[in-house]
């Protein structure tokens, strides 16, 4: 087939279906804005809900599982055409995949009176085509280094499928624990990812001189970060308070020292940049947060789940899809200026869901709705600018 050829079949795909980037950004900010709205309704005035899997998990899950890997699995089938040149997922293909992330949210809501293992199953099958869809072109070309995110994303599927089977038996305990696993594996790829673009963005975009990576503090940041996704899974409280203590000390120090390595102190006037930075610094400030659990001192995991997922994961979310959106449009690296204001307030939502519950017990309720207001409003930004940009063609006339 002729260039010609290609570029016209690329052409005559649908948008939305030209990249992964495009529906699951789409989907994953615009159920994050449901669910988080609802979940803030449901706690400040209860009522007779009784999803699939109970409340707790079910916001728990779809946090994980409907907003977090699919942004995750966007993202990296997105970035693998740019590392391997091979061309990405697109068309009925990437339509069957956002198909099966579809399916699994409209499962979990709408599928209590079904039989577990359909509404299980229909869920996993997201993670499963994402996780072959990634092996696909690493394989082809042998970029064997980026092969990791296969496993990856094999084991937090595997996770979920665990927290599925907890539900289902009763095992409520096994059901979390898998939750939190999930939790410090979407940890681990933000540092993963994180570790790789935010020095080398701020380098380009500042007066920074990118440092050197030291090899041993890599693999002692990431090292630490995997063994508390076992540890987690496993249940804090059935391993040893001392070892805890000790690799979420490690944790922090090893990955706010990396953090400290990346230049920040440049970033100040560049929303685009300070964003990701302030995002990240929410991982070592949740290992802080867990070794103050280990010792003691915290009588609640919440907090550090929290830094992980409304801070880490919440912030450096917003950050990466409004440049990703912009650059795979076609777009200078600009954002809209209000945009700023959606990276201030998925920032303080953090804040507060954190202090507040942890400093003022009685207050919690108010963490978690003021919390909830600030991420709706913050992603609400995103979705009113960039909703177009993902829904229409490259403004520079490319496919993709």
């Excluded at 577990?116 to 499963?128: E, I, K, T």
Aim: charged share 5%; hydrophobic share 60%; aromatic share 14%.
């Amino acid at each position: 087939m002729s260039n010609v050829d290609n570029m016209s079949a690329a052409m005559a795909i649908p948008p939305i279906l030209r990249l992964a980037f495009r529906p699951l950004f789409l989907g994953g900010t615009l159920f994050s804005m449901i669910a988080i709205a609802w979940w803030a309704y449901f706690w400040s005035a209860p009522f007779d809900w009784q999803p699939y899997g109970g409340p707790i998990w079910w916001h728990g899950h779809e946090m994980l599982f409907g907003f977090g890997a699919a942004i995750v699995v966007g993202f990296l089938l997105t970035a693998v055409q740019s590392w391997t040149g091979v061309p990405g997922v697109k068309g009925n293909k990437l339509a069957v995949l956002a198909s099966s992330w579809l399916l699994g949210r409209l499962l979990i809501a709408f599928g209590a009176s079904l039989p577990g293992w359909v509404v299980m199953l229909g869920d996993l099958s997201f993670l499963l085509i994402g996780a072959i869809a990634m092996a696909y072109p690493v394989i082809k070309v042998k970029q064997w280094r980026n092969l990791m995110f296969v496993p990856i994303l094999l084991v937090l599927m595997l996770l979920n499928a665990m927290s599925h089977w907890g539900t289902l038996n009763g095992r409520t305990v096994l059901a979390l624990n898998a939750l939190h696993g999930a939790t410090l594996l979407i940890a681990l790829v933000i540092a993963i990812i994180g570790g790789r673009v935010i020095p080398f963005f701020t380098a380009n975009a500042s007066s920074y001189t990118r440092l050197p990576n030291i090899g041993w503090l890599d693999g002692l940041s990431i090292g630490s970060i995997i063994a508390l996704v076992l540890i987690a899974f496993i249940g804090f409280s059935e391993v040893p308070s001392a070892l805890l203590a000790v690799l979420s000390l490690v944790a922090a120090v090893a990955n706010g020292w990396r953090f400290l390595r990346w230049g920040v102190g440049h970033t100040l006037k560049i929303p685009l940049l300070w964003s990701l930075h302030f995002s990240y610094l929410f991982i070592p400030a949740g290992m802080v947060a867990l070794f103050l659990f280990s010792i003691g001192w915290l009588g609640s995991i919440s907090i550090a789940l929290h830094c992980f997922t409304v801070g880490a994961m919440g912030g450096m979310i917003l950050a990466m899809i409004s440049r990703v959106t912009l650059g795979h449009t076609g777009r200078k690296l600009q954002p809209p200026k209000l945009m700023t204001l959606g990276y201030i307030l998925i920032l303080v939502a953090a804040v507060f869901r954190v202090l507040l519950p942890g400093l003022f017990p009685s207050f919690t309720q108010w963490g978690i709705l003021i919390a909830a207001i600030l991420w709706v409003a913050a992603y609400a930004i995103y979705l009113f600018y960039y909703a177009p940009m993902l829904l229409y063609p490259r403004v520079d006339g490319r496919p993709g």
